[in-house]
């Protein structure tokens, strides 16, 4: 049955390329969040009422898809801690996929504002998200949303099972795959390339 692997952390903090590395070692799925959002952004404009509630169905009819067909998936996932709207969104979709059989494992990874600020910049972040060359905007929104809202869980704060704190700072996206992989004993799934990241 599916698995699903969410990413989750604040803006740069390594969530894509943990998150690549991840689909490459297990031969998993992968869905940004910017996936859907860059998408319908483009057909509804930036933060719109359609392109919210479009981005929000995109999402939520890849999981159920992914449910369908035991597609494993990885998603990555800007959380607000603070905002219990966020945890029964996440618990919503832990229940889906375990009630279908498969597990939920939620990977938090963390870094330093200015480690954060300086990946936020990278040209491969700039080649898979759009909406992030806009240095200037991007880099405020980053200062922004740290200032409001609280990005990453508390000392001793877990909110599942399967819940692995990741520092990232000093880390290769590869070595935080490695750890995840190893404290969920997860397996590689028999795939050829083109079902897991075909067009990549």
């Known amino acids: 049955m599916a698995n699903l692997i969410v990413v989750c952390g604040p803006q740069a ?35 719109t009422p359609a392109q919210k509630e479009y981005n929000a169905y995109l999402r939520k009819k890849a999981f159920e898809l992914a449910v369908k067909h035991d597609v494993d998936l990885i998603f990555t996932y800007v959380c607000a801690f603070e905002m ?16 279908n059989g498969g ?14 600020l300086a ?22 929104n980053l200062l922004k949303d740290a200032k409001h ?6 000392e001793g704060e877990t909110w599942f099972e399967n819940h692995l ?19 969920f004993h997860l397996a590689a799934r028999d795939k050829d390339e083109k079902e897991y990241r075909f067009g990549v």
């Open 84 to 99: 219990q709207e966020e945890r029964d969104y996440l618990t919503g979709l832990k229940d889906l996929f375990e009630r």
């Open 13 to 47: 903090v390594g969530k894509m390329t943990v998150a690549e590395s991840l689909r490459d070692k297990l031969r998993y799925n992968m869905m940004m969040n910017h996936d859907s959002i860059e998408l319908s952004d483009r057909i509804f404009g930036f933060a």
């Open 149 to 154: 809202h609280r990005l990453n869980s508390g």
């Open 119 to 140: 990946r936020n910049e990278t040209p491969h972040r700039m080649e898979r998200k759009a909406s992030k060359r806009d240095v200037a905007w991007s880099r405020e």
């Open 165 to 183: 704190k990741i520092d990232n700072t000093c880390l290769e996206p590869d070595q935080a795959a490695d750890r995840v992989i190893a404290a």
């Open 103 to 116: 597990g939920f494992y939620f990977v938090e990874l963390s870094a330093d504002l200015e480690t954060r």
